[in-house]
Nanobody, 120 residues
């Protein structure tokens, strides 16, 4: 069982930056990791994912603005967010995929979420 704790959310003006962190209670070196977000009235969506080897992918809406990274020695995943827009406002969740399953699966692990609010 892996517990995930997100931090780094907050209120920022449009055009600003935030860095989210996701600290895991155990090793996540072999897990695919991802950041999801859910805005009020919308479905949860994958923002960025990174596999154990470091290859990453992004939602089209955040490409060029967000960067996901991982530090396996610290069991931590980061999401650097720049050029933030009001439409980035959401609760951001960290996800660790269970081995053999993809990101977002109910077999994986989720953090409690951290609120990001971007004001215009």
């Amino acid at each position: 069982q892996v517990q995930l704790v997100e931090s780094g959310g907050g209120l920022v003006q449009a055009g600003g930056s935030l860095r989210l962190s996701c600290a895991a209670s155990g090793s996540i070196s072999t897990n695919a990791m991802g950041w999801f977000r859910q805005a009020p009235g919308k479905q949860r969506e994958l923002v960025a994912g990174i596999i154990s080897g470091g290859r990453s992918n992004y939602a089209d809406s955040v490409k060029g603005r967000f960067t996901i990274s991982r530090d396996n020695a610290k069991n931590t995943v980061y999401l650097q967010m720049s050029s933030l827009k009001p439409e980035d406002t959401a609760v951001y969740y960290c996800n660790a995929a269970a081995i053999g399953y993809g990101l977002g699966s109910s077999y994986g692990y989720w953090g409690q979420g951290t609120q990001v609010t971007v004001s215009s």
